[in-house]
């Protein structure tokens, strides 16, 4: 099987450079190991979270060289943001930026910064000074009403829980898929408990999944108010639905999807990558390959018996900018997050100290960074796509 360009995994990174390449004519084969980590993804797009500054683009202009975000010489930070939101847009799903960062609500009714969301996410601004009612669900474990509203104490004016019958038993896909079916008679038992005066209501994110726009359409009609969603334990609806847009929009483009390839590993001929064989022995041959499998914590990178981390798929070099053997869980955290593979600004990493010329790095699997404190998973994962995609179709086009 011979293509233009092989991506490597299930991560948002993968989906965006898969779909990148696909709307510029190059052929591209996405080998997906999994489902991905969209499953658990809080629903927005993060760029990075620091108290300096409400505008990300700035502080991302001042971070150390090493950084995923100094890797991206030549591409436009805004300029890719808005290319992924015109993505979602032209799914008919549009997302929100207002070119700052916004305060998303948490189940716990912390804010954290988001730059860009789907227009359900409960942001503060929703919330702060109105008259909120937040919905708790029966037969529903994953979202805690009771949290939210304690968190919420002091920035509504007034904060009801109504009790209302699940709409399905189970998790929040199974409650969203039951949205799908119908939800006029659970719309209107919501509505019926409404105090007065209600501004906004708040509901876990379950409205919906494969029609989330027209059961948030009929919520909004029905309850006669603003209706928002707040981001549940897994699995996350609103990851879901991103994957499933990407996905969808992938197959339009006609990309090659093969999901559940296992056991990948590259053969190589000198400084390149000349394919990928799996563990059925299918072998897949590519010019240029794009890494996006993710970091330790999603299966991209491992971690062997004596907190030594090692690439499997390419058999890239790894650093570890801290030891794996402290003994804080936060500390511990830190360092499986800062590991990765060190590349130079075109994103190629190295092979026992010789750099790969057709293998582009991208997303988690990146060293030198932290996710999860900087709030800039989808921002690195956006940027370094497109910056690998565009290098990869440069690459097919010199024939090199």
Same mark, same amino acid.
């Given at each position: 099987?011979?293509?233009?360009?092989?991506?490597?995994?299930?991560?948002?990174?993968?989906?965006?450079?898969?779909?990148?390449?696909?709307?510029?004519?190059?052929?591209? $084969?996405? #080998?997906?190991?999994?489902?991905?980590?969209?499953?658990? %993804?809080?629903?927005?797009?993060?760029?990075?979270?620091?108290?300096?500054?409400?505008?990300?683009?700035?502080?991302?202009?001042?971070?150390?060289?090493?950084?995923?975000?100094?890797?991206?010489?030549?591409?436009?930070?805004?300029?890719?943001? $808005?290319?992924?939101?015109?993505?979602?847009?032209?799914?008919?799903?549009?997302?929100?930026?207002?070119?700052?960062?916004? @305060?998303?609500?948490?189940?716990?009714?912390?804010?954290?910064?988001?730059?860009?969301?789907?227009?359900?996410?409960? !942001?503060?601004?929703?919330?702060?000074?109105?008259?909120?009612?937040?919905?708790?669900?029966?037969?529903?474990?994953?979202?805690?009403?009771?949290? *939210?509203? /304690?968190?919420?104490?002091?920035? @509504?004016?007034?904060?009801?829980?109504?009790?209302?019958?699940?709409?399905?038993?189970?998790?929040?896909?199974?409650?969203?898929?039951?949205?799908?079916?119908?939800?006029?008679?659970?719309?209107?038992?919501?509505?019926?408990?409404?105090? %007065?005066?209600?501004?906004?209501?708040?509901?876990?994110?379950?409205?919906?999944?494969?029609?989330?726009?027209?059961?948030?359409?009929?919520?909004?009609?029905? *309850?006669?108010?603003?209706?928002?969603?707040?981001?549940?334990?897994?699995?996350?609806?609103?990851?879901?639905? #991103?994957?499933?847009? *990407?996905?969808?929009?992938?197959? !339009?483009?006609? @990309?090659?999807?093969?999901?559940?390839?296992?056991?990948?590993?590259?053969?190589?001929?000198?400084?390149?990558?000349?394919?990928?064989v799996d563990d059925k022995n299918n072998e897949y041959y590519a010019s240029q390959f794009i890494a996006?499998?993710?970091?330790?914590?999603?299966?991209? #990178?491992?971690?062997?018996?004596?907190?030594?981390?090692? /690439?499997?798929?390419?058999?890239?070099?790894?650093?570890?900018?801290?030891?794996?053997?402290?003994?804080?869980?936060?500390?511990?955290?830190? @360092? *499986?997050?800062?590991?990765?593979?060190?590349?130079?600004?075109?994103?190629?990493?190295?092979?026992?100290?010789?750099?790969?010329?057709?293998?582009?790095?991208?997303?988690?699997?990146?060293?030198?960074?932290?996710?999860?404190?900087?709030?800039?998973?989808?921002?690195?994962?956006?940027?370094?796509?497109?910056?690998?995609?565009?290098?990869?179709? /440069?690459?097919? !086009?010199?024939?090199?």
């Amino acid at each position: 099987m011979k293509t233009d360009v092989i991506v490597v995994g299930a991560e948002l990174e993968a989906l965006v450079a898969a779909l990148f390449l696909s709307t510029k004519g190059v052929g591209v $084969r996405l #080998l997906m190991p999994g489902a991905g980590s969209l499953h658990y %993804s809080a629903g927005g797009l993060g760029l990075f979270n620091s108290p300096l500054s409400d505008d990300p683009l700035q502080i991302t202009s001042q971070l150390k060289s090493g950084h995923p975000y100094s890797k991206i010489a030549g591409v436009d930070l805004q300029a890719a943001v $808005r290319w992924f939101l015109e993505c979602l847009a032209n799914t008919g799903n549009p997302w929100v930026c207002s070119q700052t960062n916004a @305060a998303a609500v948490t189940i716990s009714g912390t804010p954290a910064a988001v730059y860009a969301y789907p227009s359900s996410l409960a !942001l503060a601004d929703d919330v702060m000074g109105k008259n909120v009612a937040v919905v708790a669900l029966s037969e529903y474990a994953d979202f805690m009403p009771h949290l *939210l509203a /304690e968190g919420l104490s002091d920035k @509504a004016r007034s904060l009801k829980i109504i009790d209302v019958r699940s709409p399905a038993s189970g998790d929040s896909v199974r409650q969203a898929q039951a949205l799908d079916r119908g939800c006029d008679v659970f719309f209107d038992g919501v509505r019926r408990g409404l105090p %007065s005066g209600t501004e906004c209501v708040v509901f876990p994110a379950i409205l919906g999944l494969e029609r989330h726009r027209q059961v948030f359409e009929n919520a909004q009609t029905t *309850l006669g108010t603003a209706v928002r969603e707040i981001a549940t334990l897994p699995p996350s609806v609103f990851g879901i639905r #991103l994957y499933r847009l *990407l996905l969808s929009a992938l197959q !339009l483009a006609g @990309a090659n999807i093969h999901q559940n390839v296992r056991d990948l590993r590259a053969v190589y001929v000198d400084d390149q990558c000349r394919s990928l064989v799996d563990d059925k022995n299918n072998e897949y041959y590519a010019s240029q390959f794009i890494a996006a499998c993710g970091g330790v914590m999603l299966g991209g #990178l491992q971690v062997g018996p004596e907190n030594i981390a090692n /690439e499997p798929t390419f058999g890239l070099d790894v650093i570890q900018t801290r030891p794996l053997d402290v003994r804080s869980p936060g500390l511990v955290q830190h @360092a *499986l997050h800062t590991l990765g593979v060190e590349t130079d600004t075109s994103l190629r990493g190295t092979r026992e100290g010789t750099c790969i010329k057709n293998v582009y790095v991208t997303g988690t699997l990146l060293a030198n960074w932290d996710p999860v404190r900087e709030l800039s998973l989808e921002g690195v994962a956006v940027a370094t796509a497109l910056k690998a995609a565009n290098l990869a179709r /440069e690459g097919v !086009l010199s024939g090199t």
